[in-house]
């Protein structure tokens, strides 16, 4: 992949957190405590995972204080709390947590355009 390619791969990837971070936070509450300020994007399989990075299911909106002082620090109480609250999502994440997935640098535009346009079906990366 040419210099130029990787740059541009680099610059959808950051555009596609934002978007995602963006429609996450717009639930307009802390999934933990119900709170509704500071809020952040929190992935329950890490970022690290390029599969599942901006899937719907993957993505939880936690206040700061929630994410970083519970879902960080206690990560057996939060995956606990999470399968019980979110059971589907809990197992569909399990199910596809080692799967792997290339992305062409095309695939990340139509990415940003689902994210910006909600549409929540095609944010499913591995539907059944």
């Known amino acids: ?9 680099r610059w959808w990837i950051k ?12 639930k307009g509450k802390c999934e933990w405590c119900g709170g ?3 809020l952040q994007c929190s992935h329950v399989i890490p970022r690290t995972n390029k599969a599942l990075r901006w899937d719907i299911f993957n993505g939880l909106c936690l206040c700061y204080f929630c994410h970083l002082h519970v879902w960080h620090k206690d990560p057996l109480k939060s995956i606990t709390w999470f399968s019980e609250k979110y ?19 095309e695939d990340y535009e139509k990415l940003i355009k689902n994210i910006k346009e909600r549409n929540f079906r095609s944010l499913v990366t591995f539907p059944s």
């Open 1 to 9: 992949m040419s210099r130029k390619n990787k740059a541009g791969v």
């Open 15 to 26: 555009e596609c957190d934002k978007a995602y971070a963006e429609l996450i936070r717009s």
């Open 36 to 38: 509704n300020s500071l």
């Open 87 to 105: 059971p589907e999502r809990y197992n569909y994440l399990m199910e596809n947590r080692n799967k792997l997935l290339k992305r062409l640098p």
